[in-house]
Nanobody
Framework: QVKLVESGGGVVQAGGSLRLSCTASEDTFWGAMGWFRQAPGKEREFVAAISWGGGTTTIADSVKDRFAISVDNTKNTIYLQMSNLVPADTAVYYC?????????????????WGQGTQVTVSS
């Protein structure tokens, strides 16, 4: 079974930046991928998605001016570049392989979630 491994989380001051990575375990892995986050006491929410070729992306309105998603097919890796972070961005960030993805519509595949990486933004 394909495994997704996130990295890059940490503690950062407000206004800072982080880049998260998510690497798939298999060379033949393909498909659209996405990032979600879950803050304490809240439901998991969609953050960003990208087609495997990188030609289509979707960013949640709450972060679209500050976050960017990208893919490196040669490394089976997607990235989430986060800038101008605020305390409200504090959450565990998860990557996921899509069951279905069209522009502005992302259906996560429940079989493929990473273990999550903690992002903490201090004020």
């Amino acid at each position: 079974q394909v495994k997704l491994v996130e990295s890059g989380g940490g503690v950062v001051q407000a206004g800072g930046s982080l880049r998260l990575s998510c690497t798939a375990s298999e060379d033949t892995f393909w498909g659209a991928m996405g990032w979600f986050r879950q803050a304490p006491g809240k439901e998991r929410e969609f953050v960003a998605a990208i087609s495997w070729g990188g030609g289509t992306t979707t960013i949640a309105d709450s972060v679209k001016d500050r976050f960017a998603i990208s893919v490196d097919n040669t490394k089976n890796t997607i990235y989430l570049q986060m800038s101008n972070l605020v305390p409200a961005d504090t959450a565990v960030y998860y990557c996921n392989k899509a069951a279905k993805y069209r522009t502005n519509t992302y259906d996560p595949d429940p079989r493929y979630w990473g273990q999550g990486t903690q992002v903490t933004v201090s004020s």
